[in-house]
Structure formats: structure tokens, C-alpha cells
């Protein structure tokens, strides 16, 4: 695995069309639709840093991968895995009982799933001082991937390439994007870039933080005294931020989460209307005095790391790929991304956003209603606070409605959009859009990369 060098596993497709061709004496060339062509390998981004991809080609019945796109999933975290997460629990072909899913994007695009920052995932690094500390490290070791990546599968320099995200990964795809935007500028990368999605993004966290209240007052889970509580911490975080002082903020972000615990009856910070109770406020905040930074941690990635879909990536998935080190575990070094990133956490990549907008890149923001830890009302507020010129005009539209069924009045989102921007409102969903609101989703990207 030198840096930037392309391998070559042998493709199953070839495999079965080499079946099918002896079968057939080579008179018909079959289209598997069942199973598609899956390739994944390592690229080695840094010393001592390789990040591994996992690509499945796009299996619709009628179409050709050629003629849809490619779209990149970014999970967040900073540490949550997306050939793990984003693949078997919101968008892949298989669920984490590797069964198949109706709502997969695979039907409708090419799917790449990369383990980013490095100790992500199956990622991994071979010495502490490798893990990535600020997203500029992040946007750079992406574009040795994605270089790579174009380099040795120049069918897809043409096709449409999106990178969809969520939360922290929403803050790695607008810092990507403008990397790639200038990368493609320069002619250092190969490929088609069309746009990001950004869901459920840390975009501006202190913008979330400042909405928790407000948001959890309307929704019938603070009282008055709950509400002035939260106000008092989120307005501390305000400062910290102001200060640029991010260690503080992202400390008192933990804080802020307490205070909401205690006075929420442990509300589920991904879902609101789904409770759950098995980490209870007053053991937190024994916890919270030790170490505030792990437990930080382990609140934000238990759920992308769940016990079976652990045993799954380490079990049947880890025979599977064959390329994974022995002595390396999926996940196994995801805290340590997490806590390497602690200075970066809290910084607002708003301007970002505003530098891919006036580039033209398209730009799609997406947000489940049902989420609180970035609940809409928070990325409303930074949009609000763009300096892209055509934002007033954006502003002044009326939204739209959409069903999934068009026999059906279930209203399932709002979409706004003009020019280069546009922002759905999830009806419905929780943090993890594509978990909550498959069909939704898969509707919406469509709809982003122009095939509805
Ligand atoms: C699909 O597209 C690729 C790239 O354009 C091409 O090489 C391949 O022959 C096509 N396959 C079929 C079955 O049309
Ligand atoms: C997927 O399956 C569910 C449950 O079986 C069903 O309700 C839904 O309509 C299906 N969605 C699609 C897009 O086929
Ligand atoms: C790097 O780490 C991997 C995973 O733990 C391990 O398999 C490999 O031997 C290490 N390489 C070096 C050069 O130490
Ligand atoms: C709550 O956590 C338990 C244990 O991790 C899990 O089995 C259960 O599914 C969770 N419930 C919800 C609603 O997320």
C-alpha cells in the first residue's frame, strides 16, 4: 500500500459474467441485479495514516452505473464509520442483519463509503501523532483518497460525484468540497464534482446550542425553570466560542447536554420522541467530573457503534474484505479521533458554506425535524447568517411540499430552493434521516442529484 497506488482485486462481476458467459456459450452478456460489483481497498493517505474505501456499484435493474452517479458517504463523529453506520443501518444494500433494504440509494447511485478521519472505522493510523487534528488535515487526506480513488477507476471521472453527510460529516463535506473544488480548479483531481449534501450538519454547533432551549420549550420538554437553565449554559458557550477559546466551548457543550438531561428526563438527543433511559443523568454527571472529554465521547458515538453492528463489521464483514489487519479491529481507535479533534469541535465552518455558494457549488441542506443535537431551527439560524448574495431571494420563496406517495397526503417534507441552495425539512426523522425516513431519503436524493 504505497501512498497513492492503485491495486487491483479482482471484480466479482467479472467473476459471475465469466459464469454466466460459459453458461450461456457466450451469447448473453447478463446484468447481475441481485448482487452488484463491489471493490474496496486501503489508500495511504499520510505516513503512518491509511483510510479505507468500500464502492458499490449502482445495481438498477434499467440503467447502467454510467448513467447515475457516484455519491460519497460521509458519516460523523468526528470517528463514526461509514462503511459501518452509513452502510449497513441508514443507506447500503444490506441491513445489519444483512438483509436486503428497499430503500438503498444503491438503486438510484454508485455508493463510496470511506472510514474517514484515519482511525475511523477500518482506518487506522500506526502512531498516535498521525489521527487528524483540525478539518483542513481532514479536507487533505480525503483528496490523496479521492485522487487516488479517480486515478484508478477512471470510470468514474465523468459521472456525477455528491458527497452526502451527517452530522460532524457535514462539516467534512463542506470543508472537502472546497477542497475538491479547488483541486478540480488546479486539474489535481480527475472528476465530476456536482454538489453536497449536507444532513443533520455541525455546521455551526454554537447555533445548535443555542436553539436546544427554545426547541425543547416548544416541544413540551423543559418547563420555564428548565428553559432559563439551559439558556444561562448555552449563552456560556456563546462566549467561549466568541473567545475562540474551543476547548472551553466544546467542554461546556458536555455541560450544556447535563443540564438538558437533568431537566428533560434524559430526553434521546438524536430522536426526541424516542426515550432512552440506560445511561441515567445522575451517573453522567458522576462521570462528566472524571472526564468530560470520554464521556463526551462515548454519549456521541455509542449509538454509531452499537454492540451488533460491532460484532458484525468484526465477525462476517471482516472475513469478507480479507484486507483488514489481523491485529486491527473496526472502531478500535475512534475515541482517539474524537478526542485529537477536541480543538476543531466547536469551530463554525459557516463560512465555508459561503465560499462553495459563491464558487457555485451546489450546496443541499438537509434536517430531521425529530433531532435535537442539530435540531432545524439551529441550521436556520446560520443560514440566515450567509453573506451569499442571493440569499434574500432564497428567504422571500414559499417552500414546497412532498410526498413520497403522490396518491397519498401525507405531507413527508418541505423543500426550498433556488440556484445553488436548497433545504428540506424532514418530516418525521431523528438525527439519522435515512434510518428514520428510508423512502424519504432515497426521494431526496434523488431529487439533489436531478433524477426526479
Ligand atoms: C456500463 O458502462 C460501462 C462504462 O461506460 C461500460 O464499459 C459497460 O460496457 C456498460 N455495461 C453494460 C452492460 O452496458
Ligand atoms: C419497503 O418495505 C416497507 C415494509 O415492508 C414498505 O412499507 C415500503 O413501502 C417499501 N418501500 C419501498 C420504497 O419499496
Ligand atoms: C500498522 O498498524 C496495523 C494495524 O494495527 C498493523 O497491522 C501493522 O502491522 C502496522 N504497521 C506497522 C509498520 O507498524
Ligand atoms: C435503548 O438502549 C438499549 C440498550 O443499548 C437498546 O437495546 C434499545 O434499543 C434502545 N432503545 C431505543 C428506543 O433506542
Redesign the pocket.
Known sequence: MELGRCSYPVPRLLLLLLLLLSLNGGAVLSWPTEEGKEVWDYVTVRK?A?MFWWLYYATNPCKNFSELPLVMWLQGGPGGSSTGFGNFEEIGPLDSNLQPRNTTWLQSASLLFVDNPVGTGFS???TSDAYTRNLDMVASDMMVLLRTFFDCHKEFQMIPFYVFSESYGGKMAAGIGLELHKALQEGSIKCNFAGVALGDSWISPVDSVLSWGPYLYSMSLLDDQGLAEVAKVAEQVLNAVNKGDYMEATRLWGEAEMVIEQNTDGVNFYNILTKNTTVPAKESSLEFTQSHLVHLCQRHMRHLQQDALSQLMNGPIKKKLKII????SWGAQATNVFMNMEGDFMKPVTSIVDELLEAGVSVTVYNGQLDLIVDTIGQEAWVRKLKWPELSTFNQLKWKALYIDPRSSETSAFVKSYKNLAFYWILRAGHMVPADQGAMALKMMRLVTQQE
Request: hydrophobic share 10%; no cysteine; glycine share 0%.
Open positions: 503512518d491509511h487506522y493510523v500506526n489487519p489481523e491485529d486491527y
